[in-house]
């Protein structure tokens, strides 16, 4: 008999939307479902419900059993075959909650891939890289989510693979290295969780939507959701999505995008973007990416696509939005959107500007507003004049910061804890740092991009943040960091400007400044407001 709740739900176009919205398929598929209703291009998928999060222990029968109808559903859809050795479909699996947690569930891409459907993939695409390239991805991540095993001897065997090809990253790397890659991996995988890597597709898939169940347990998004007041969410559910690939060849990549600038509320598209990468590549927050204008330039379709794009999530859901797309062989697909996470500032602004385009009328827009204390809102600058700086980084958040360095979220919260509020600085942006992120004034990291998790967190808690400082090389042995030609201990004082992007030794003045033209605005509805109010009674 069929079990409406437990039953996997399609997203493709001319799909219903279920009746219990978000909180029955999580905000993720709940919008994919909207996108694909309007036309916009999103890949064929299916979702379990959150009422999946819930039942514990997890029936693995039973999932396996819902798990195998989506994928019946989602090869009639596509013409192609779970695991087959021709014409292979791969699957990514994905969480999502009611209320999105950026970063802090879990997903593994790739999934249906073993030695038939490897040759498969090779067969229908003619790109034995992409190939390899997915299997290494899939095992990378698998061990990491699935497995719990240290990501670190797959993160040394990668670097390994760049060193020994000469070429400079992951992606320059031939079939052939990757092939190798792939082996190695698969032995570290089988030394580290004591069985070997998993090839049936369908065990691949169940122990995947099985781990991102349990990520919802997670150490980190327990505390995202202390943190957010969100302790009466109904858990997450699993969207399973028909692969697309970003890192097809030349004419491909991956990329997050803002359909307003987050940092600032200004009305631009704010993307990054990785050619011939995965998403997670961009996310991650392990990668400074720098391929912004060469989409502009060498896709300018897909660019085109991706600002038409931009316009149409807007009307759709009439707010600023943070979407995950694809690009493959120069077709435009989108993976996911939500409403973007912004600093204050930036709230206020696309407020009054949303209002004065017509997407929105003041009296929502002050609903919007209504956490914020407005009066609060200040623009925070150094006092000039100000000294040489010591290195510069890439603009994640706005805003000044001053504090001592702590060089982990640990050390970070016992240094606010003390009453001083450090400046974090860490490798890479990482949602695992989120408590101390949360005690901290400022955050600075030598990789990572604008829009990883992590960078999308720094401006949901209105803090500087500054990544991709490639001038930053920090020592853990000795607590010290070297920001350019400086040495710096823990402890010592550091001043991050968000504005500018510029890092500075020493404690600098702070200037604050009043958005006066935004707040005359929303003080305007009010008292409009307020006038009907009068007149109405």
Known sequence: MADPLHDPILIMPGQPLPAGGPEQVGNKAWNLMRMAEAGLPVPPAFVLSTAWCRTRPLDSSALAAALADGI???????????????????????????????????TVLDVGLNPESVVGLIRATG???????????????????????????????????VAAAGVDTDRALDHRALRALTDRMLDLFAEGADRPFP??????????????????????????RRLNGLSDLGGTAVTVQTMVFGNAGGGSGAGVGFTRDPATGDRRLYFDFCFNGQGEDVVA?????????????????????????QTRLEALFRDAQDFEFTIQDGRLFLLQTRRAQRTPLAALRIAVDMVQEGLIQPGEALERLAGLDLQALVRTRFAAPLPPALASGVIAAPGVAVGPIALDAVAAEA?????????????ETATSDIAGMVRAAGILTAAGSRTAHAAVVARQLGKPCLVGCAALVIDPATRTCRIGERVLAEGEMLSLDGNAGAIYAGALQVVRDVPERELAVVAGWRAQAAEQVIGAS
């Not at 065990?203 to 990520?215: D, H, I, Y």
């Not at 240094?415 to 490798?427: D, H, K, S």
């Open 72 to 106: 019946r559903q989602l090869e009639a859809a596509t013409g192609l075959g779970f695991g087959a050795a021709r014409r292979p479909l791969l699957v990514s699996v994905r969480s999502g909650a009611a209320i999105s947690m950026p970063g802090m569930l879990e």
């Open 127 to 161: 790109n034995p890289r992409l190939a390899w390239d997915c299997h290494r991805r899939l095992v990378q991540g698998f061990a990491e989510v699935v497995t719990g095993l240290d990501p670190a001897p797959f993160e040394a065997a990668l670097a390994e693979a």
């Open 199 to 224: 090839t049936d597709p369908m065990q691949q898939l169940a122990e995947a939507a099985a781990a991102v169940f349990a990520s919802w347990d997670a150490p980190k998004a327990v505390a995202y």
């Open 285 to 309: 927050g392990r990668r400074t990416l720098t391929d912004d204008d060469r989409l502009r330039r060498v896709l300018p379709v897909a660019h085109a696509e991706l600002v038409a794009a």
């Open 415 to 427: 240094m606010a804890e003390a009453g001083t509020p450090p400046i974090l600085v860490r490798p």
